[in-house]
């Protein structure tokens, strides 16, 4: 019962790696077969012919409209998709809503997932591979109630995270359609539900305001994670702290000679102070594929630029249809400073955050946040009020980005080297893994859930300890609020904003 896929390209394993899935390659479309498929390529005729007798003999399938458009279907039209919204099917568990804004085929419901034959059949109205190396960027407004305006930030036009959530969801369903567990190396050490990390990055900061931040992370006893503006370098203190590159020049260039120069002027200048820095964020969140080249050159192991991705798993972004060496650690774009320019009152931004903790943590998704010392220094006592909320959560891995950075390498490291089936009630795995940090999720066709370490042996499902899987639960005043981050009128006001963001940049210079 192992998921197979048709064509195993960057795209397809960027997915398969952040959610630990093992699978297997299929050089052809069978007639038969026990587990789901997904279907990321164009079908021959033989292969069209072998999918309808695969679905008459019970097959699982996740495709696209484009290619199931080339049987008997002829419900779906062509249209351009700007979001998906949830619908209260399984295939939105703990998702809102995900931007595209790609073209596609829709038909009456937005995820067509329905039996069909004797088999089932999960068809996302866009293409796969496109919506997963998608690298456009946007101003985009974020949810929230508490401030006069939507905070907003120039982040990935897809809502990469959600897009991931939603294959799996809908592999998931077809699981649970065939009746069938789903299992996979679980996305955290040990039992943790999330990880927080707390990314400080330097621009600009004065001696003053790195004090009040270092002062900050003693007394909350809270890692962060420093992005060093080199141009600006203030005293390094003696103790062990977590230095990396954010920039010497505050700036990203459309080039690759000026993004290297930039990076690799900074590396010389922290390891003329006997730091081994491995870690990049760009300015702004800014990213593109030059200065993705410039990190590969100059060695850098991971960077983060919510420009790329936000709120999602680490991933190796693809670069002309290949994964990059630099793994991409998405975070959450909005900082202080955003909700403070939304209106929100610097008390209420507690709140924000609380609410966003509490939200990352029921979908079990990564909780990395952002700031700047000048604002740390501020509203030093609201930080401090953040951070404790963030500590007094239950089961997440407080640390830092390079140490995030590292288990997560070994993780991979592990997933290459372990595989596993079912076979009626038995679980059986084959590791050569010895990391008790490393375990294995399984979700069960009731929607009950169990964690077993990964090691070596077979384990009877029946046996195992399992609890309920919780859900968030949208309500239909948070459908409505999502519905109107895409109105007209929330539209005009970026457009708005933007265009005075651009001359404010031109008067003095863009500054958080």
């Known amino acids: 019962m192992i998921l197979g896929v048709l064509n195993a390209n960057a795209q397809i394993i960027q997915i398969f790696t952040q959610e630990g899935i093992y699978y297997q390659v299929l050089q052809e479309l069978p007639t038969y077969y026990l587990s789901p498929i997904i279907i990321n390529r164009k079908l021959s005729v033989p292969e069209l012919i072998n999918l309808r007798k695969l679905l008459n003999n019970g097959g699982a399938i996740l495709i696209d409209a484009k290619n199931i458009g080339q049987i008997s279907l002829d419900k779906f039209k062509r249209r351009r998709i700007s979001h998906l919204i949830n619908d209260r099917s399984e295939a939105f568990n703990n998702i809102l809503g995900v931007e595209l804004e790609l073209p596609g085929f829709v038909t009456k419901n937005q995820i067509l997932a329905v039996e069909y034959a004797n088999g089932y059949l999960a068809v996302l109205p866009f293409d796969l591979n496109q919506a997963i190396a998608d690298y456009r960027a946007k101003r985009k407004p974020f949810l929230t109630n508490i401030g006069k305006r939507y905070p907003n930030e120039i982040v990935a036009t897809i809502s990469k995270g959600a897009l991931r959530q939603l294959i799996i969801n809908l592999v998931r369903w077809l699981y649970k359609k065939l009746n069938y567990p789903y299992v996979h190396l679980w996305y955290y050490p040990h039992n943790h539900q999330s990880i927080f990390g707390f990314r400080v990055d330097t ?22 994670t420093y992005f060093v503006h080199t141009q600006y370098l203030f005293d390094l203190p003696r103790e062990t702290k977590d230095f990396q590159i954010h920039c010497d020049r505050h700036q990203v260039y459309k080039d690759y000679l000026r993004n290297y120069n930039n990076i690799a002027t900074a590396k010389k ?32 192991k991971y960077s983060s630029e919510f420009s790329l991705a936000y709120d999602d798993l680490p991933f190796f972004p693809i ?15 909005i900082c202080i400073g955003r909700l403070l320019h939304a209106g929100v009152a610097p008390k ?28 740390i ?21 407080l640390t830092t980005l ?6 997560w390498v070994d993780r991979l490291r592990v997933l290459e080297n372990s595989s596993w ?24 066709p009731n929607d009950t859930e169990a964690f077993i370490p990964l090691r070596s042996g077979v384990y009877n499902l029946n046996e195992l300890k399992k609890t309920k899987i919780k859900y968030l639960n949208f309500t239909d005043r948070d459908i409505e609020e999502y519905k109107k981050l895409h109105s007209l009128k929330t539209k005009s006001l970026l457009i708005l904003f933007s265009s005075a963001n651009k001359i404010l940049k031109i008067i003095t210079g863009r500054k958080k």
């Open 203 to 224: 621009d600009f900061g004065s001696h003053v305001t790195i004090e009040k931040t270092f002062e900050l992370e003693e007394k909350t006893n809270v890692k962060f």
């Open 269 to 300: 200048i922290l390891e003329s102070l006997g730091l081994s820095p491995i870690g990049f964020a760009a300015p702004y969140g800014f990213w593109n594929i030059n200065l993705q080249r410039a990190l590969e050159a100059n060695c850098i």
């Open 319 to 333: 670069v002309n249809g290949e994964p990059s060496t630099v793994l991409q650690i998405p975070i959450h774009p």
């Open 348 to 375: 209420n931004c507690v709140e924000y955050y609380f609410k966003y903790f509490t939200t990352q943590l029921v979908k079990r998704e990564p909780m990395i946040i952002y700031d700047h010392p000048h604002r």
């Open 377 to 397: 220094a501020e509203f030093f006592e609201i930080f401090g009020e953040i951070l404790n909320r963030a500590q007094n959560l239950p089961n997440v891995w």
């Open 402 to 407: 390079t140490n995030y950075y590292y288990w």
């Open 421 to 444: 089936q079912i076979d009626g009630d038995m679980l059986k795995v084959y590791t050569t893994n010895v990391d008790p940090s490393f375990t294995l999720h399984i979700v069960l």
